[in-house]
């Protein structure tokens, strides 16, 4: 069992950046791929990328492939979600999840344990 926190969010210009990051507590980090959702207001929430246990496999939404970087520290517990060229459309709680699998998912029901979120504002 994990329990993800999240930290790092804020607010900041367009075209700006900001790391995320989701500290897990628990012994078995490492058995939980990890991944990164986010929810707008009035939106439903989306899924923004995913990192395999290992750290080997990522993948992300179309919306910010080639802006932001999933990676992980299993020694720290830790995922992180570095955002670049931020624009307004990507202010929205930003949440760490937990899957109990190798490769990770861009489904939000494969999750098993979520973070409470952290607010990322993006001014223009």
């Known amino acids: 069992q994990v329990q993800p926190v999240e930290s790092g969010g804020g607010l900041v210009q367009a075209g700006g950046s900001l790391r995320l990051s989701c500290a897990a507590s628990?012994?078995?980090?490492?058995?939980?791929?990890m991944g990164w959702f986010r929810q707008a207001p009035g939106k439903e929430r989306e899924f923004v990328a995913t990192?395999?246990?290992?750290?080997?496999?990522?993948y992300y939404a179309d919306s910010v492939k080639g802006r932001f970087t999933i990676s992980r520290d299993n020694a720290k517990n830790t995922v992180y979600l570095q955002m670049n060229s931020l624009n307004p459309e990507d202010t929205a709680v930003y949440y760490c999840a937990a899957d109990y699998s190798s490769l990770g998912s861009p489904t939000m029901t494969a999750y098993d344990y979520w973070g409470q979120g952290t607010q990322v504002t993006v001014s223009s």
């Open positions: 990192i395999s246990r290992s750290g080997g496999r990522t």
């Open positions: 628990g012994r078995t980090f490492s058995d939980y791929a």
